[in-house]
Protein backbone atom coordinates (compact mmCIF):
# COMPACT_ATOMS: atom_id res chain seq x y z
CA UNK A 1 0.00 0.00 0.00
CA UNK A 2 0.94 3.38 -1.06
CA UNK A 3 -0.23 6.52 -0.15
CA UNK A 4 0.80 9.82 -1.35
CA UNK A 5 0.31 13.63 -0.61
CA UNK A 6 0.81 16.63 -2.90
CA UNK A 7 1.28 19.97 -2.36
CA UNK A 8 2.62 23.21 -3.56
CA UNK A 9 -0.12 24.33 -5.60
CA UNK A 10 -1.38 27.86 -5.31
CA UNK A 11 -1.91 30.93 -7.45
CA UNK A 12 0.55 32.38 -9.40
CA UNK A 13 0.97 34.60 -12.80
CA UNK A 14 1.42 33.80 -15.90
CA UNK A 15 4.72 33.14 -16.77
CA UNK A 16 5.87 32.50 -12.96
CA UNK A 17 6.87 29.06 -11.22
CA UNK A 18 5.86 26.16 -9.00
CA UNK A 19 7.56 23.34 -7.58
CA UNK A 20 4.56 20.59 -6.88
CA UNK A 21 5.88 17.93 -4.41
CA UNK A 22 4.29 14.23 -3.84
CA UNK A 23 5.14 12.33 -0.71
CA UNK A 24 4.88 9.18 -0.24
CA UNK A 25 4.63 6.39 2.48
CA UNK A 26 5.64 2.95 2.32
CA UNK A 27 9.21 1.05 2.38
CA UNK A 28 8.71 0.30 -1.01
CA UNK A 29 8.85 3.88 -3.01
CA UNK A 30 12.11 3.36 -4.93
CA UNK A 31 10.21 0.23 -6.85
CA UNK A 32 7.15 2.14 -8.16
CA UNK A 33 7.25 4.14 -11.38
CA UNK A 34 6.19 7.70 -10.99
CA UNK A 35 3.40 10.05 -12.48
CA UNK A 36 1.85 13.78 -12.40
CA UNK A 37 -1.68 13.98 -14.17
CA UNK A 38 -4.30 17.20 -14.23
CA UNK A 39 -7.47 17.65 -14.70
CA UNK A 40 -8.62 21.23 -15.31
CA UNK A 41 -12.66 22.38 -14.28
CA UNK A 42 -14.85 20.73 -16.84
CA UNK A 43 -12.21 18.39 -18.52
CA UNK A 44 -10.73 15.07 -18.23
CA UNK A 45 -7.95 14.36 -16.22
CA UNK A 46 -4.75 14.09 -18.57
CA UNK A 47 -1.58 12.92 -18.40
CA UNK A 48 1.29 15.79 -17.78
CA UNK A 49 4.61 13.70 -16.85
CA UNK A 50 6.28 10.37 -15.54
CA UNK A 51 9.21 9.36 -13.98
CA UNK A 52 10.76 5.71 -13.94
CA UNK A 53 11.60 3.98 -10.36
CA UNK A 54 15.28 5.32 -10.85
CA UNK A 55 14.55 8.61 -12.01
CA UNK A 56 16.95 7.29 -15.34
CA UNK A 57 14.10 8.01 -17.73
CA UNK A 58 11.14 10.71 -17.95
CA UNK A 59 8.48 11.48 -20.34
CA UNK A 60 6.12 14.65 -20.91
CA UNK A 61 3.01 15.40 -22.62
CA UNK A 62 3.85 17.48 -25.20
CA UNK A 63 2.02 20.63 -23.83
CA UNK A 64 4.04 21.07 -21.04
CA UNK A 65 7.46 19.63 -22.86
CA UNK A 66 10.31 22.67 -22.29
CA UNK A 67 8.05 24.17 -19.35
CA UNK A 68 8.10 21.16 -16.61
CA UNK A 69 10.56 19.19 -15.16
CA UNK A 70 9.58 15.74 -13.36
CA UNK A 71 12.30 14.46 -10.59
CA UNK A 72 12.50 12.20 -8.02
CA UNK A 73 14.15 11.78 -4.40
CA UNK A 74 13.87 8.14 -3.76
CA UNK A 75 16.08 8.95 -0.39
CA UNK A 76 12.72 11.30 0.60
CA UNK A 77 10.06 9.52 -1.15
CA UNK A 78 9.59 12.26 -2.70
CA UNK A 79 8.51 13.06 -6.50
CA UNK A 80 8.08 16.69 -7.48
CA UNK A 81 7.08 18.46 -11.14
CA UNK A 82 8.71 21.85 -11.47
CA UNK A 83 6.59 23.92 -13.58
CA UNK A 84 8.06 27.16 -15.06
CA UNK A 85 6.90 29.42 -17.82
CA UNK A 86 3.01 28.57 -16.36
CA UNK A 87 0.09 29.46 -18.66
CA UNK A 88 -3.29 30.41 -17.87
CA UNK A 89 -4.23 26.67 -19.46
CA UNK A 90 -2.11 25.41 -17.03
CA UNK A 91 -5.01 25.70 -14.15
CA UNK A 92 -5.97 22.61 -12.75
CA UNK A 93 -5.84 20.55 -10.05
CA UNK A 94 -2.44 18.51 -9.92
CA UNK A 95 -2.85 14.35 -9.15
CA UNK A 96 0.85 12.31 -8.75
CA UNK A 97 0.18 8.86 -8.79
CA UNK A 98 2.57 5.49 -8.20
CA UNK A 99 2.54 2.43 -10.83
CA UNK A 100 3.75 -0.68 -9.84
CA UNK A 101 4.18 -2.37 -13.38
CA UNK A 102 6.67 -0.52 -15.16
CA UNK A 103 5.68 -2.18 -18.47
CA UNK A 104 2.59 -0.18 -18.41
CA UNK A 105 1.76 2.56 -21.12
CA UNK A 106 3.14 5.63 -18.65
CA UNK A 107 0.29 7.84 -19.77
CA UNK A 108 -2.72 5.93 -19.00
CA UNK A 109 -4.83 6.62 -16.04
CA UNK A 110 -5.48 2.92 -15.82
CA UNK A 111 -1.92 1.86 -15.46
CA UNK A 112 -1.29 4.01 -12.24
CA UNK A 113 -2.09 2.01 -8.70
CA UNK A 114 -2.51 4.88 -6.22
CA UNK A 115 -3.46 8.57 -6.75
CA UNK A 116 -3.12 11.30 -4.29
CA UNK A 117 -5.74 13.61 -3.89
CA UNK A 118 -4.37 16.60 -5.68
CA UNK A 119 -3.41 20.27 -5.68
CA UNK A 120 -4.85 23.08 -6.73
CA UNK A 121 -2.77 25.17 -9.31
CA UNK A 122 -4.35 28.45 -10.62
CA UNK A 123 -2.26 31.08 -13.01
CA UNK A 124 -3.95 34.27 -13.55
CA UNK A 125 -3.17 36.09 -16.74
Known amino acids: QVQLVESGGGLVQAGGSLRLSCAAS????????MGWFRQAPGKEREFVAA????????YYADSVKGRFTISRDNVKNTVYLQMDGLKPEDTADYYCAARSNPYSGYAAMSAYDYWGQGTQVTVSS
Open 26 to 33: GRTFSSYA
Open 51 to 58: ISWSGGRT
